[in-house]
């Protein structure tokens, strides 16, 4: 089955990084855009950003433009995330997800948290 | 950017009652691209409807969706227990590429 597993979170402080992991398995990871959602609490659901099936494309909110780099391992089935500079609005749960016009499979998320 | 408001932000039935959940685009969205998602508290979301109107595997069919152009409606026939939860509506296309609604909360009167 389909399964997802995010990594890495934890708590750092501001203009510090964070590198977020997601291994993905039962499905061939190398043929599915992957996709960062985030989620800051109590909050809506907010997207960070895509990337293209073999990683040559991707595509991030303004929000995290020339902070957050997405990057895919496709020999490891894993996804990751580069969070610099971080703020403390980017606190959150960060959720990778399957799919590029819709989000089919989800993980369980990891928690986020900047603050000093 | 392609904005979607949901409507209304919270909504109170029972269960057994029929729930009509709002998405309203700022400008018209390709109909194969509009999508409907459930969070319940600690889980992730869970994909519903795609396409505005094809439920994914699994889904109970007393959820529909329809709509198209800038209004999206996702439609709970029957309320069951289990339903009562978090709904966002999410699109494709445009820049940036994908956007989600504010979410509608279901929630027991």
């Known amino acids: 089955q389909v399964q997802l597993v995010e990594s890495g979170g934890g708590v750092v402080q501001p203009g510090r990084s964070l590198r977020l992991s997601c291994a993905a398995s039962?499905?061939?990871?190398?043929?599915?855009?992957m996709q960062w959602v985030r989620q800051a609490p109590g909050k809506g659901l907010e997207w960070v950003g895509v990337?293209?099936?073999?990683?040559?494309?991707?595509y991030k909110a303004d929000s995290v433009k020339g902070r957050f780099t997405i990057s895919r391992d496709n020999s490891k089935n894993t996804l990751f995330l580069q969070m610099d500079s971080l703020r403390a609005e980017d606190t959150a749960v960060y959720y990778c997800?399957?799919?590029?016009?819709?989000?089919?499979?989800w993980g369980q998320g990891t928690l986020v948290t900047v603050s000093s | 950017e392609i904005v979607l408001t949901q409507s209304p932000g919270t909504l109170s039935l029972s269960p057994g009652e029929r729930a009509t959940l709002s998405c309203r685009a700022s400008?018209?969205?390709?109909?194969?691209?509009l999508a409907w998602y459930q969070q319940k508290p600690g889980q992730a979301p869970r994909l519903l409807i795609s396409?505005?109107?094809s439920r994914a595997t699994g889904v109970p069919d007393r959820f529909s969706g329809s709509g198209s152009g800038t209004d999206f409606t996702l439609t709970i026939s029957r309320l069951e227990p289990e339903d009562f939860a978090v709904y966002f509506c999410?699109?494709?296309?445009?820049?940036?590429?994908?956007?989600f609604g504010g979410g509608t909360k279901v929630e027991i009167k």
């Open positions: 997800a399957r799919g590029l016009k819709r989000l089919d499979y």
């Open positions: 039962g499905f061939t990871f190398s043929t599915y855009a």
């Open positions: 999410q699109q494709y296309g445009g820049s940036p590429p994908v956007t």
């Open positions: 990337t293209s099936y073999d990683g040559s494309d991707t």
């Open positions: 396409g505005a109107s």
């Open positions: 400008q018209s969205v390709n109909s194969n691209y």
